[in-house]
């Protein structure tokens, strides 16, 4: 993406998380914006009232939304939460970016599909959430497409994952060191998507020409490339880690959860790569960076 750079002042909800986290560690190669990283701590986003007595006297250029509910199962017993969280704030923050005339960017989920589909699903597929955090996902991007503020963007990604936080390459990491034998679904198909490269993405949007001629809001699909199952992506964090673990192939009706999880959750990405002229990575290429990330805060061998 080519274009004049111009400083802006970028207000980061969700700093402590995955990508908010990426974000911060990125944002030192951006030195003409000026970030404001908040987390929960600062701002309880289930609070409405804060929010918006939060934004009083305050004047950001561009929202990027990184916050949000993550606990899928434990969503299904939390839903009041989850909804004022993923939905409810999400549609505060876009009245705001309307009334002041700003930029938001607002981080969704491959859960808000069914996950019956055999092609890759396209912005304008059918939505049909599984479950409670999918549901108040959709909700989310529903109040903010009402709302429509100008020069904003919904990216619905997939299989998050970062050296900061919890994750399913921390957790297999942590289990394969533990145990001589893992079982692993295989039944579910998507893409794991480095938080990093996401992050980069976000952070190019946010100075894109096509971006600052965008009237309205669009949704956009964002993960790595390629595609496979739970069980190949533990093979493949073993293999590079390395780690001696024998991985069993099991089924999703063994290993059952209180929220349905998509079976098949591949992201089609040919409008974000068309839109703002991105070259996505390759799953596999990117994860060995982050196991050499993980290795390098532990202070030891993985």
Aim: charged share 20%.
């Amino acid at each position: 993406m080519g274009g004049i750079f111009m400083s802006k002042h970028v207000l980061v909800t969700g700093a402590n998380g995955q990508l908010g986290s990426e974000l911060r560690g990125l944002s030192g190669y951006f030195p003409g914006d000026d970030f404001v990283f908040i987390d929960q701590e600062v701002l309880d986003l289930s609070d409405s009232a804060a929010i918006l007595a939060w934004f009083e006297n305050k004047d950001f250029d561009v929202i990027i939304n990184c916050a949000a509910y993550t606990a899928v199962d434990k969503a299904e017993t939390e839903p009041e939460l989850t909804f004022a969280i993923n939905a409810s704030a999400v549609q505060i923050l876009a009245e705001i970016a309307k009334q002041q005339n700003i930029s938001m960017l607002h981080i969704s989920t491959d859960y808000v599909f069914a996950g019956d589909s055999c092609v890759p699903y396209q912005e304008t597929d059918v939505t049909s959430p599984q479950g409670v955090y999918g549901q108040s996902k959709l909700d989310g991007e529903q109040a903010m497409l009402a709302i429509n503020p100008d020069r904003s963007v919904i990216i619905r990604t997939s299989w998050l994952y970062s050296r900061f936080g919890n994750n399913f390459v921390k957790t297999m990491i942590r289990l394969g060191k533990e145990r001589k034998e893992l079982n692993v679904i295989y039944d579910q198909v998507g893409t794991p998507t480095c938080a990093k490269d996401l992050a980069l993405v976000l952070l190019m949007i946010i100075q894109s020409p096509q971006l600052e001629a965008q009237q309205g809001t669009e949704v956009f699909h964002y993960s790595n490339e390629g595609v496979c199952s739970w069980y190949d992506f533990a093979l493949a964090i073993f293999e590079l880690a390395p780690i001696k673990c024998k991985v069993n192939p099991i089924e999703t009706k063994d290993y059952p959860t209180p929220a349905k999880r998509p079976h098949y959750s591949l992201l089609n990405k040919a409008k974000i790569k068309n839109t703002f002229e991105l070259s996505i990575p390759y799953w596999k290429d990117s994860l060995p960076e982050c196991l050499e990330h993980i290795k390098y805060l532990k202070g030891d061998d993985l």
